[in-house]
């Protein structure tokens, strides 16, 4: 069955400030922006049979030059084991770590992503680091960027161990991250930056976890900025941190907001800034100098609270995936997810003006159809005095090393085109 996403493709046209920096890397760091949802414009998704927007019947550009359209199909069951546990590799943080904290259940390692028109190959360690033998790649926005960078360095550490560099390359190494694999001389980082502009504390001096923000929406964050010319694969990623209280400002004024119940200020919802955010960052790494990189949007994650806000007892106890008729994309995921993929499309046409590469891991639909796969309340020890669940981040191993393959499969075809251009040339 075709991709009712890709059908509706079709159909649509920091220097952060250190109050940021600082947040500590915690359960309530991760999960709080989406306790503002409930308040928003958009109501959260019903966990059952959603109805769904009518769509269009048509092919789009995520279908790939060999014919199979990648991001359309279903989980299938596969009893072989995942590509590491977490005694075989040593990055895994405890928030993402199910199995060493004693979830039971282990079936949600046991699925492999099946598109309807071929088969996606399985993750190829060696084959990889062959593909970005003298790169370096990069991954900019939130912590959900990150855990793909965590499920990557697992998928490759059987291959060849990497050195973790972050504090030599950065003052905050906890968000910062950098690593080499010195037999390959690639390197791996991730640059936080979760709202990929400019974004500071309202009051700095009464910083707490809900905060008003600033968000900048026209100067794109120096953190991400000064530094990703340097790299050869971009992966832009962001989403949940937009949920909470923001301020949205242009030309350093203040034109309007999300959430934030101010006296003579528009309330323009999130996704004015979520469209503005990712505009800025395509902007900007479009039109960086020394950048002649690929770049991709890993579309939007999904959440799957069930039972309660995330703060009132939700949870994720799923152990199992839903099928596309017990969930369909709709409400403010769709929205969310169609208001970064015009951006993305928009950006596309400009960076091919200039030669440059943009690709996008369209993901959402994917992960929509996992609730199975979230740390739930296996992301700590049960020593520890925690009533939140993590329904945002994904379990390593788990559905998010799919990101991975098919970013390798992306690439792969890429490599493929290019060795056909150099052929056509010389002859």
Same mark, same amino acid.
């Given at each position: 069955m075709k991709s009712r996403i890709n059908e509706i493709l079709n159909g649509t046209t920091r220097k952060t400030s250190k109050s940021v920096l600082l947040i500590p890397?915690?359960?309530?760091?991760?999960i709080l922006p989406l306790s503002l949802m409930t308040n928003s414009h958009e109501s959260p998704p019903v966990i059952s049979a959603v109805r769904s927007r009518s769509s269009l019947n048509s092919t789009t550009e995520s279908e790939s030059e060999d014919g199979c359209d990648i991001f359309s199909g279903?989980?299938?069951?596969?009893?072989?084991?995942?590509?590491?546990n977490h005694e075989t590799c040593p990055w895994i943080l405890d928030q993402q770590n199910c199995i060493k904290f004693g979830r039971p259940d282990t079936d949600f390692m046991h699925w492999r992503w099946k598109p309807d028109?071929?088969?996606l190959p399985l993750f190829d360690a060696d084959q990889f680091l062959k593909l970005v033998k003298g790169k370096k790649m990069v991954f900019v926005g939130d912590s959900v960027g990150k855990n793909q960078m965590w499920s990557l360095l697992c998928l490759?550490?059987?291959?060849?161990e990497a050195e973790d560099l972050s504090e030599r390359y950065s003052s905050n190494p906890m968000y910062f991250k950098r690593y080499y694999f010195?037999?390959?001389?690639?390197?791996?980082?991730?640059?936080?930056?979760p709202y990929f502009v400019k974004a500071r504390d309202d009051d700095p001096d009464q910083h707490t976890y809900n905060n008003i923000m600033r968000l900048y929406l026209d100067e794109a964050d120096e953190a991400w900025t000064n530094q990703v010319a340097d790299f050869d694969i971009v992966i832009f990623s962001a989403g949940h941190w937009f949920f909470r209280p923001l301020l949205f400002f242009e030309n350093n004024k203040l034109v309007g907001c999300n959430q934030c119940d101010k006296e003579n200020v528009t *309330?323009?919802?999130?996704?004015?800034g979520y469209r503005k955010a990712f505009r800025t960052a395509f902007k900007a790494i479009t039109n960086l100098k020394r950048y002649n990189g690929m770049t991709f949007l890993r579309t939007f994650s999904p959440s799957h609270f069930e039972n309660g806000d995330w703060n009132k007892g939700g949870n994720c106890k799923r152990t199992k995936p839903f099928t596309k008729e017990e969930i369909k994309l709709d409400g403010f995921m769709l929205e969310t997810y169609l208001t970064q993929?015009?951006?993305?499309?928009?950006?596309?046409?400009?960076?091919?003006?200039k030669g440059l590469k943009f690709m996008m891991l369209d993901t959402t639909e994917i992960m929509l159809l996992r609730p199975d796969g979230h740390p739930n309340n296996y992301g700590h020890s049960k020593?520890?005095?925690?009533?939140?669940? *993590?329904c945002v981040h994904w379990c390593l191993p788990g559905p998010v090393d799919t990101w991975n393959e098919l970013l390798q499969y992306m690439m792969n075809l890429e490599n493929q085109d290019s060795s056909d251009s150099i052929i056509q040339r010389i002859f």
């Open positions: 890397f915690t359960l309530l760091l991760i279903t989980w299938v069951p596969y009893p072989e084991g995942p590509y590491y028109q071929c088969e490759l550490n059987h291959v060849s010195e037999d390959y001389n690639f390197t791996l980082a991730n640059l936080w930056s *309330d323009l919802t999130y996704y004015y993929v015009d951006e993305f499309k928009a950006a596309q046409k400009e960076a091919r003006k020593d520890k005095n925690t009533t939140l669940n *993590d």
